[in-house]
Nanobody, 120 residues
Framework: QVQLVESGGGLVQAGGSLRLSCAVS????????MGWYRQAPRKQRELVAS???????TYAGSVAGRFTISRDNAKNTVYLQMNSLKPEDTAVYYC??????????????WGQGTQVTVSS
């Protein structure tokens, strides 16, 4: 069984910063790409940022230059540093990881989501 536990969401004023964390635990053999998605009310879930096990990063255009994704492979943890937050960044943020279990089952896994609210 695999778990993704997120933390770090909350309420912040526009221009402020938050740091999200997502720790993967359980019967894991390998963690490949990890990423953050978000879903605002009445909108589709969208990719915010992703990072491969080798450290290659991808960002959505709307967050490039403001958000930074990083990971600690030893801890199976991914982070999202969010700076210069805007009201339009308000959403539920979900962690995603491409996980191979000790039983050699590979599948994407999701966290439970953490709310980020940016007030104007």
């Amino acid at each position: 069984q695999v778990q993704l536990v997120e933390s770090g969401g909350g309420l912040v004023q526009a221009g402020g910063s938050l740091r999200l964390s997502c720790a993967v635990s359980g019967s894991i053999r390998r963690v490949d790409a990890m990423g953050w998605y978000r879903q605002a009310p009445r909108k589709q879930r969208e990719l915010v940022a992703s990072i491969t096990s080798g450290g290659a990063m991808t960002y959505a255009g709307s967050v490039a230059g403001r958000f930074t994704i990083s990971r600690d492979n030893a801890k199976n943890t991914v982070y999202l540093q969010m700076n210069s937050l805007k009201p339009e960044d308000t959403a539920v943020y979900y962690c995603n990881a491409d996980i191979t279990t000790i039983s050699f089952v590979r599948s994407p896994s999701w966290g439970q989501g953490t709310q980020v609210t940016v007030s104007s």
